[in-house]
């Protein structure tokens, strides 16, 4: 086996160039922070930090800027694809994405989420769906599982009081706006790989002007779902992704690539 | 010279634009101007009116409430603005729908039928532009050729064939009004 | 001297924002101002490439806003009362920002639904904040079709000066009536970049970040504090205020925007009557003129304050004449206009029929 080889497997990580080197505020073996470092990678990889455009609005990632060193906008909650629109429409040529959780898109900014996909906006959303409001100290969300406890389900969510999880996913999919739609998650090594194979995907879309990318990553909340790191992965497994299963949900046809 | 006007009838009786060639030829004439449309659903198929304002000095308030001339074309018209003409001022209307007519007798008061007229020359169109001739023979503020240069400015371009007929209307008010 | 146009007011401020250079628009369609969106989206793409968009609610429209400003290009909105009402969240968080940009309420009588007929009833809520927490919008209150031409401009260079956002305060009388009109010439669209905006960044600079956020209250106290140091300076600098005949005058009607005209309409009626009425108009509603009111307030017999609304900045321009002189006010409501003939007769009223 050659040296060279020999030191490039034995790197198993390298802290990308985009993500900043501070410790992170996210709770140990949050999906935000693997969700990050991949988005940096991407970022690095595709050479593009001096064309993009973040934008994070209220929820855990909020001070995702304090993270990513690229040029960001902060915006209200539920607000963050309409300033992803505003910015894209002036800067067409600069790549742009917004970064929400559940509760930011699927709540408070289902309008502008909708709207945004319907019109094709060119640009990628990153939906972090875990079930539940994180910041706010683990409260319903739209996408909360029936039965499953929250601060304001205690006794579980009731779907015939509360209403039924939400899948965003599905329905801007039949958006013909959507370009590229997918569902994914970082809970283990191969689904890392599968989730930044899609944002990597997402951004060469974006520069072919080809619509609204929209990627969901179903994540985890060890603080609020009172789990260990480990268990709280487990929990996904087994209670998540039969609900919120993953694949694609819309891709482009052969001819168009 | 301050004339202060108001044009009220039904919607589509051109009750606006009259209000508005009498502000573009105003413009022509270098005149301050300043025109007033009533809004809202009483545009759908209700009546409408625009407050009218020409002037040789800056004009001050474009609402008012007391006109120097009221040109009504019909009979809510007359109704509303009839206690609206200044003393000596001017009420100009179209009597062809009108069964009511207005009773003051400090004002001057002309009546036209001007539907009527429209009629004979084939086309309801042309009634406000009949009114406006009346109106220009009673209180001449404005040359009759700046008046058709305001007709072209507010007529779109695809209506241009019909300014030989909106001309002829507006001599014909002029010729009604004894 | 510029090119003269009849102009109806929602349309002037549409040709205004095209001349101005401004980069893009994002607005929602309201009575009494939707001319403003048909008038961009049948002009402004072909001649300027500025962006126009119908946004899905005036929510996203000014959050839109939000992220095209941004990006340091020359953006506005614009909507009446309501509308602006759903907007105050995201001013909020442009004022916090700092994000410039021009926003213009064409005014109709509230609360609620109200009517879509004109009124002024926003003054407090476009002054004094509007949202939610310390900031300011710099207001000016044009009374002409020409003012909200000018203004439109004139906003747009405030706004860049103070990286904050501008409003217009009009009304619906404004926004429908027709005027005449001298046009500025066309401004080219810029293409600096400012040193804050998010366009993507180079390696040779930091990044900038664009937030209203700041979870250390010590820090988000020191951003508070820059804010109000840049107001104190815009109250330094950018008052500006209309007097006429003030000196020597007996009683000084005082009104802002529309009714300031009706007011100088009455003020000629008491002319004829041989009694002597000076003006205060206030031009920017915020800031105040308050100097104004107090350099008259022991010269003459009374103010007579006339708004479309229940007394808003009658309460500014008691903070004015200081309790110097008596202050009467007359207010319609409900989208209600009052008549020059009515503001006299409620004037000889108040101040000379002994009556009150």
């Not at chain 1, 539940?132 to 205690?154: D, H």
């Not at chain 2, 209180?139 to 695809?158: Q, S, W």
């Not at chain 3, 710099?138 to 439109?152: G, K």
């Not at chain 3, 804010?227 to 007097?243: F, G, H, M, S």
Request: hydrophobic letters at 40%.
């Amino acid at each position: 086996m050659n040296d060279t080889l020999h030191l490039a497997e034995n790197l198993v990580y390298k802290r990308p160039k985009t993500l900043i080197n501070v410790a992170m505020h996210y709770c140990p073996g949050c999906g935000h922070s693997t969700t990050h470092k991949i988005l940096c990678e991407v970022i690095d990889e595709l050479n593009i930090q001096s064309e993009v455009i973040g934008v994070a609005p209220v929820g855990c990632s909020v001070i995702a800027y304090d993270y990513l060193n690229i040029d960001m906008q902060e915006a209200a909650h539920g607000r963050a694809s309409a300033v992803a629109t505003g910015i894209k429409r002036v800067l067409p040529e600069k790549l742009v994405f917004s970064y929400q959780g559940d509760g930011d898109l699927a709540a408070i900014g289902t309008a502008e989420t909708l709207h945004t996909c319907n019109r094709g906006e060119n640009i990628l959303i990153i939906f972090i769906n875990n079930a539940i409001y994180g910041m706010t100290g683990g409260q319903m969300a739209p996408t909360t599982l029936e039965n499953m406890k929250s601060t304001t389900t205690p006794f579980g969510r009731n779907v015939r009081k509360m209403g039924y999880p939400i899948k965003m996913t599905d329905l801007v999919a039949t958006l013909p706006g959507t370009y590229y739609v997918t569902r994914q998650s970082v809970h283990t090594p191969a689904n890392v790989r599968k989730t930044k194979a899609a944002i990597k995907k997402a951004f060469e879309y974006q520069r072919l002007d080809r619509g609204t990318c929209f990627i969901e990553v179903v994540s985890n909340c060890p603080s609020n779902w009172k789990m260990t790191p480990v268990d709280s992965n487990k929990w996904l497994v087994e209670n998540m992704l039969p609900f919120y299963s993953l694949g694609d949900l819309k891709v482009p046809s052969k001819e168009e690539n | 010279m301050l004339e202060e006007i108001i044009i009220a009838g039904f919607g589509g009786q051109g009750v606006l634009s009259m209000g508005q060639i009498l502000c573009y030829s105003g413009i022509m004439e270098n005149k301050e101007v300043s025109w007033m449309p009533s809004y809202g659903p009483e545009m759908r198929g209700g009546t409408a009116n625009c407050i009218t304002i020409i002037s040789d000095e800056k004009i001050s308030s474009p609402i008012i409430a007391k006109f120097d001339t009221v040109i009504a074309l019909n009979q809510p018209s007359v109704d509303k603005f009839e206690n609206a003409v200044k003393p000596n001022g001017v009420f100009l209307y179209d009597s062809t729908n009108v069964i009511k007519p207005p009773t003051r007798t400090d004002i001057k008061i002309y009546k036209l039928e001007a539907s009527n007229e429209a009629l004979k020359m084939k086309n309801t169109k042309i009634l406000n532009m009949i009114m406006l001739g009346a109106f220009l023979k009673i209180r001449p503020i404005i040359k009759l050729e700046n008046i058709i240069a305001g007709l072209k400015k507010v007529l779109p371009e695809r209506y241009h064939n019909l300014l030989p007929l909106n001309e002829q209307a507006l001599k014909k008010g002029m010729e009604l009004v004894n | 001297m510029g090119e003269l146009k009849l102009m109806k007011g929602n349309e002037a401020i549409a040709e205004a924002a095209i001349r101005a250079g401004a980069d893009a628009y994002f607005g929602y369609p309201i009575t009494p101002q939707s001319e403003v969106l048909e008038y961009l989206a049948n002009e402004a793409e072909k001649r300027t490439g500025m962006v126009i968009l119908q946004a899905e609610s005036e929510v996203a429209a000014i959050n839109m806003v939000y992220g095209a400003g941004g990006t340091g290009k020359k953006v506005m909105t614009t909507s009446s009362s309501p509308g602006i009402s759903l907007m105050q969240e995201g001013l909020s968080y442009i004022a916090c920002a700092e994000i410039p940009c021009l926003l213009v309420n064409v005014v109709r009588g509230g609360p609620g639904l109200g009517t879509i007929q004109p009124g002024q009833s926003d003054y407090l809520q476009a002054t004094k904040g509007g949202g939610h927490g310390d900031y300011k919008l710099l207001v000016l209150a044009p009374n002409s079709i020409q003012e909200m031409v000018d203004f439109v401009k004139e906003g747009f260079d405030l706004a860049f000066k103070y990286r904050n956002p501008v409003l217009i305060l009009t009304d619906g009388v404004l926004g429908q009536m027709m005027e005449k009109v001298e046009l500025f010439d066309q401004i080219p669209r810029s293409k600096e970049i400012p040193s804050w905006a998010t366009v993507g960044k180079p390696p040779n600079r930091e990044r900038n970040i664009l937030t209203s956020l700041n979870l250390q209250p010590e820090l988000m106290e020191k951003h508070n504090e820059h804010l109000q140091a840049k107001y104190r300076e815009i109250e330094k600098n950018e008052i500006r205020v209309e007097t006429i005949n003030c000196e020597g005058a007996d009683y000084i009607f005082t009104s802002f925007g529309l009714t300031s005209r009706i007011c100088i309409k009455a003020a000629q009626l008491a002319k004829e009557k041989g009694i002597k009425i000076g003006i205060i108009r206030p031009i920017t509603v915020y800031p105040f003129p308050y100097e104004t009111y107090a350099k008259y307030a022991d010269k003459v017999k009374g103010f007579f304050d006339v708004e479309m609304n229940a007394g808003q900045m009658l309460e500014d321009v008691k903070l004015g004449v200081l309790g110097k002189a008596p202050i009467k006010f007359h207010g319609r409501m409900g989208g209600m206009v009052p008549t020059p003939d009515e503001v006299f007769h409620v004037f000889e009223e108040k101040f000379l029929g002994g009556k009150e």
